[in-house]
C-alpha cells in the first residue's frame, strides 16, 4: 500500500483560494491513479478529483468542476488539489488516495484504508 498524507488546509474566506498537497510514499508511485475525497460532518465520503498515472487525464465531481484542478509531480511523488472560488459548501475535511485503476472506477469504496486528512474550512 502507498503510505499518504494530505496537508495545507486551512481557512479562507469564501471566494478564496487554497492548495492542498498530498505526499506519497511508494517506488512505484507514478504508476498509480491519484484522487482526492473529502467528508462533512454528517455526510458520506465523497468524491472530488481523479488523476492518471502520466496527468494527461483528469475527472472531477460536478460541485467542484471548473473550480478545482488537480495535478502532479512524479519526480517528487506529490499530488496536489489547487482550490478556487471556495464556497462554504466545500468545507470538510480533505484525503487523498490511490489505486491501481482507472480515473473512471475510482470511488471512496475502492480502497481499504486512508492516510492523514486536512481540514478545509471555507466561512461566508
Known amino acids: 500500500q502507498v503510505q499518504l498524507a494530505a496537508s495545507g488546509g486551512g481557512l479562507v474566506q469564501a471566494g478564496g483560494s487554497l492548495r492542498l498537497s498530498c505526499a506519497a510514499s511508494?517506488?512505484?508511485?507514478?504508476?498509480?491513479?491519484m484522487g482526492w475525497f473529502r467528508q462533512a460532518p454528517g455526510k458520506e465520503r465523497e468524491f472530488v478529483a481523479a488523476?492518471?498515472?502520466?496527468?494527461?487525464?483528469?475527472r472531477y465531481a460536478d460541485s467542484v468542476k471548473g473550480r478545482f484542478s488537480i495535478s502532479r509531480d512524479n519526480a517528487k511523488n506529490m499530488v496536489y488539489l489547487q482550490m478556487n472560488s471556495l464556497k462554504p459548501e466545500d468545507t470538510a475535511v480533505y484525503y487523498c488516495?490511490?489505486?491501481?485503476?482507472?480515473?473512471?472506477?475510482?470511488?471512496?469504496?475502492?480502497?481499504?484504508?486512508w492516510g492523514q486528512g486536512t481540514q478545509v474550512t471555507v466561512s461566508s
Open positions: 488523476i492518471n498515472w502520466s496527468g494527461v487525464s483528469t
Open positions: 488516495n490511490a489505486h491501481q485503476g482507472s480515473i473512471w472506477t475510482m470511488t471512496g469504496h475502492s480502497f481499504n484504508s
Open positions: 511508494a517506488r512505484t508511485f507514478s504508476s498509480y491513479t
